[in-house]
């Protein structure tokens, strides 16, 4: 579909700026159809993931494609785009730094229904840069889009609203009005009209403007596809003055026919977006832009996959406001005699503990990742967003904690508190005590720092001293556990 209120000459141009071209493609191909969930449930099955994506522009003078910027990408366990962060190229230092991120969030059907993007200031702190909100209708069909620009505040405001009108007999999208919020009110400022051939691929899309309420033909874009109904090229029209179209863009396609679209973990796997467009692996594309009569190059996006196992697991959260604690629980038979855990907590803090705790330092959300090790050295991966709710409301304060259990190594009960385990005092100085209910024996007390480290773990018995004079003033947590699994987790504070 054509790009957000832009005109065609805007929209190659957006093509050459990384993650505008990226949102533009994500549009087009992910929100105009149905569900994008894939079932990644199946232990053992091997998927191409698309790890990253580096954007190239190129050098007319020297004739050769120089980085730009690079987007990574992670995933849930349905193989859902839950986060991608941005990095420009520094030419001089060789290296690669934040810019941007984006969070996606998905409805109970597996549909996207939140993307909040976020870029770095001056300060280095991550401020509101972009807020877009899907809603489908009865068909899983994406009906409305609404674009919110943030305020001085860090706030949102609404900025564009996109509705998409569908013909109910071919199930295919065949116009979207754009409005944009003015004075409180939404207003009409382009119509987007869609043509198909008979396979149902999108081969056209018309573009409409209005001036002072009379709406003209501003461009255009042609679509075509090989005989895989993969879309390998884009041309881009504008209209002059005396309303004709003249050539201005285009985007070429790249695959790999290896692998269909079911075999992906990727932004473009989905065959059964309404206008065609990627059903193998998406491998590059590459803009160009037309002047005297010629083709000249302006961007390539080069597309990385990797093949990943996908652990038949699920996690789940919960969080506690009173202690400003997340609890994670790991729910996979995936974790049975593994050799080797990574946690990687989206702070740039690892851990290779089975069920580490750790705290972060800002108000905002993390996608905490697992990869497991098998005794047969094959590995799965799985991530999970916290901190951030479906409506992006904010679960938590600035230093949360996060304290992850592997449920499969618990008892049904084992994370329940029944009130009758407790440790003492709170804060303490120099010595620590458990107390506890005669059903308990056999206690194992454990305390880990706030940056995953354990620097306590030994059997006590109840309402017996502990010696912890020698440990580190500070917050740690505690993770108190019998035979039936873990009892109590909390926080204690050393003085």
């Not at 009906?143 to 919110?148: H, P």
């Not at 590459?286 to 996690?315: D, E, R």
């Not at 620590?432 to 306590?456: F, M, P």
Request: hydrophobic share 30%.
């Amino acid at each position: 579909m054509s790009a957000v209120g832009i005109s065609q000459t805007a929209k190659l141009k957006e093509s050459q700026q990384g993650s505008a071209a990226f949102n533009l493609i994500k549009k087009k191909h992910l929100h105009h159809g149905v569900s994008q969930n894939i079932n990644m449930r199946s232990s053992g099955t091997v998927y191409q993931r698309l790890d990253s994506m580096i954007v190239q522009e190129y050098d007319t003078i020297n004739n050769v494609w120089i980085n730009l910027s690079k987007d990574q990408f992670a995933y849930d366990e349905n193989g859902n785009n839950v986060l991608y962060k941005e990095y420009n190229f520094n030419a001089n230092s060789k290296k690669w730094t934040d810019t941007s991120k984006t969070i996606s969030l998905y409805n109970g059907a597996g549909l996207d229904s939140l993307d909040i993007s976020y870029s770095l200031n001056s300060e280095n702190r991550w401020v509101n840069d972009l807020k877009q909100k899907y809603f489908y209708d009865t068909k899983n069909r994406d009906s409305v889009t609404i674009i919110y620009n943030p305020t001085n505040s860090n706030g949102w405001d609404p900025g564009t609203l996109i509705k998409d009108i569908y013909n109910n007999t071919t199930n295919k999208d065949t116009l979207e009005i754009q409005y944009g919020y003015l004075n409180n009110e939404w207003e009409t400022n382009q119509k987007d009209r869609y043509l198909y051939d008979n396979a149902g691929n999108d081969t056209v899309d018309v573009v409409l403007d209005t001036n002072n309420g009379v709406w003209y033909v501003s461009g255009k874009t042609q679509y075509f596809y090989d005989a895989n109904g993969n879309d390998t090229v884009e041309l881009y029209y504008n209209t002059d003055t005396a309303h004709k179209f003249y050539l201005v863009g285009k985007t070429t396609y790249s695959y790999n026919l290896n692998y269909n679209s079911s075999q992906l973990m990727s932004l473009f796997k989905n065959g059964q977006h309404i206008n065609g467009g990627f059903n193998n692996m998406l491998t590059q594309w590459i803009t160009s832009y037309y002047t005297n009569n010629h083709w000249v190059y302006a961007s390539k996006y080069l597309m990385y996959y990797s093949p990943q196992t996908i652990c038949s697991k699920y996690f789940s959260t919960s969080y506690n406001s009173a202690n400003n604690t997340f609890t994670l629980i790991v729910d996979s038979m995936a974790t049975k005699g593994a050799t080797g855990y990574l946690w990687d907590f989206g702070d740039g803090s690892t851990s290779t503990q089975a069920a580490p705790v750790h705290q972060f330092a800002d108000s905002t959300y993390y996608n905490v990742c697992l990869k497991i090790t098998s005794p047969a050295n094959n590995s799965c991966s799985y991530c999970h967003l916290i901190g951030i709710d479906e409506n992006s409301n904010v679960l938590r304060v600035a230093g949360f904690n996060l304290v992850v259990a592997n449920k499969t190594a618990l008892s049904v009960n084992s994370l329940i508190d029944d009130g009758s385990i407790n440790i003492y005092p709170n804060p303490v100085s120099n010595v620590i005590s458990v107390s506890a209910s005669e059903k308990y024996t056999n206690l194992w007390l454990e305390l880990t720092d706030i940056q995953g480290r354990n620097v306590l773990g030994k059997y006590v018995n109840t309402n017996t001293p502990v010696v912890i004079s020698d440990i580190t003033s500070g917050m740690y947590i505690y993770k108190i556990s019998g035979n039936n699994g873990i009892l109590k987790i909390g926080k204690v504070v050393i003085e």
